[in-house]
């Protein structure tokens, strides 16, 4: 059974930093994309960034485009989300997918596993 967990989220000023973590285990994750989503309250899920498995191909969502940055370590099945220059718009809960396929895709249906989600809120 596939398992995700993120981590690192909490409470931080307009203009600060956060990184976030995701674990995966359960099963070998090599060839596939690796993502992150978020969704606040009364929102839909939306797309933050995906990343492929050798790491080598990126792709964000354009509200975040410039201030995240997302990474990998497929050794470690371990994927990172660095978020700068946060504003409170980019309050919500946080999701680590993954998507069996080799195409970085925005659409969160085209995700087969799900993290419980780490809460981010900013302050202004």
């Known amino acids: 059974q596939v398992q995700l967990v993120e981590s690192g989220g909490g409470l931080v000023q307009a203009g600060g930093s956060l990184r976030l973590s995701c674990a995966a285990s359960?099963?070998?994750?090599?060839?596939?994309?690796m993502g992150w989503f978020r969704q606040a309250p009364g929102k839909e899920r939306e797309f933050v960034a995906a990343?492929?498995?050798?790491?080598?191909?990126?792709y964000y969502g354009d509200s975040v485009k410039g201030r995240f940055t997302i990474s990998r370590d497929s050794a470690q099945d371990m994927v990172y989300l660095q978020m700068n220059s946060l504003k409170p718009e980019d309050t919500a809960v946080y999701l680590c997918a993954v998507r069996n396929g080799l195409r970085l895709m925005r659409g969160p249906e085209n995700y087969d596993y799900w993290g419980q989600g780490t809460q981010v809120t900013v302050s202004s």
């Open positions: 359960g099963r070998t994750f090599n060839n596939l994309i």
């Open positions: 990343i492929n498995w050798r790491a080598d191909n990126t």
